[in-house]
């Protein structure tokens, strides 16, 4: 019987991780290799998909075809669409005719099997083994949904980035996954193919990256107000103190790289803040990856929240890095369980924070012993407290760490109401415990914030 594997992706940076691992060795051979292009924008007929990004091509002698999701579901959506349960069979049957797959013996590779639309892919070929990867940050948190025996059981390995030297994932392990890491050499070779197709794409005169000063500061953005995890307001003032820290560190060249659905006009404030400061400010308005800047102008330093690019640069190119608006975030983000926590957890915790100018300067990649000794028992007591139920393994270790490890500076990463639920230490005094469910104490505080609203507005 023939063998099919089928690739799911809906970034560039997935494709490059895809091919890498292709490259590497990482897949059992196939007769045939297709890639299924998913596009999960909020309007996917007006953002182009992956495979019209610039150095897209470099990626397809990988693959014997290729896919799309979007036009096999359409008009539905693919980060909200998956088949009802009866009507899987059909569904099977509609795919292998649309996509030529006859009677072949298939596998899936997909990305972030806790959401659609992978979860829908699976869930259509229900006898096909599973090769989860991933590729940024969230692969080091824990999974934050229940899968199901259909999908789990099916899952046959993680493959994932060695974004963090040392540090080894907690999503999939309470199924027992085992995780493998994608050659860092091989992703570096890849994203070289991927940075010199984005430039040959183009007639010299519109190189998209003519423009951008070499040695500059590269600033990052993530659009995090639309994720409702800023307002527009804050992220306006997030790039600025981008600005702010990387002409206070002496850069006379600041490149803004900003999220490809963020409104253009974002750009005006900074531009009027770098002429301020007397330093000349280039916005990269071509989608590029961030790992083609680093290759084509050779920032030297590299500012933002808590992209994955930040450790991207670290890592694959030795490129100095800094955070800014982690604390914040930290503090913001809800419910404790958000799986943002975990990539702001591991930025705010390894990175220095842009405004210490001395710290940015003397900053030096974790060694392999602080990862084992610091940042691995750190992120298994945020993960116990992300889902508890999913790791209870973990109960002794978190309480431990927190019973000796809970200080000033390692209080952001925690929530005393969520200590409390979990009976953890830095919970609530038994004594205090009554006041969040005392009815009469609610009112009098509700009280109190309407007179403070209204005495400040």
Known sequence: MARTQIFLASTLYGAATVAAALDAGCFHPADRRLLLVSNNAAIPEITPPLDEAPGFAALRSRFDGQLSWNEAISPMHPGGWAPRA?????????????????????????????????????????????????DGLMSYGPTRNKLGALVDTRIDRLLHLDLVPGLRPLLLSEH??????????????????????????????????????????????????????LTVAEEE??????????AALGHQEIVFKPHPTAPVHWTEPLTAEAARLGVR?????????????????????????????????????????????????????????????????????V??????????????????????????PLLHAVGFCMQAQAYPHLRDEAADWLTHRLTAETWPYFKRRRLTSLGLPGAVPARLAFVPRNRTVRRVARRARALKKAALG
């Open 86 to 134: 009866d009507d899987v069979p059909i569904w099977e049957r509609h795919l292998r005719m649309l996509w030529d797959l006859g009677d072949d013996e298939i596998e899936l590779v997909v990305e972030s099997i806790q959401v659609e639309p992978a979860l829908a892919v699976a869930a259509c070929f229900t006898g096909a083994p599973i090769t989860v990867y991933a």
């Open 176 to 229: 027992g996954v085992e995780s493998e890491v994608v050659p860092t050499e091989e992703f570096a070779k890849v994203l070289g193919e991927v940075a010199e197709a984005s430039v040959a794409a183009e007639p010299t005169e519109a190189d998209p990256l003519a423009e951008v000063p070499s040695g500059a500061a590269l600033l990052l953005g993530q659009y995090l107000s639309a994720l409702g995890l």
């Open 237 to 246: 003032e997030l790039h600025l103190t981008m600005v702010r820290g990387a």
């Open 281 to 349: 400010l280039t916005v990269l308005n071509t989608p590029v990856l961030a790992e083609v800047v680093y290759q084509k102008a050779a920032p030297a330093l590299v500012v933002g929240c808590f992209s994955t690019a930040l450790l991207t640069a670290s890592v694959l190119y030795g490129i100095p890095v800094a955070r800014t608006g982690t604390g914040v975030l930290l503090n913001r983000l809800s419910p404790y369980q958000n799986s943002n926590r975990v990539p702001v957890t591991i930025v705010h915790a």
């Open 351 to 376: 990175l220095p924070d842009l405004a210490d100018t001395a710290a940015v300067r003397d900053w030096k990649p974790p060694t392999a012993a602080h990862v084992a000794a610091e940042l691995t």
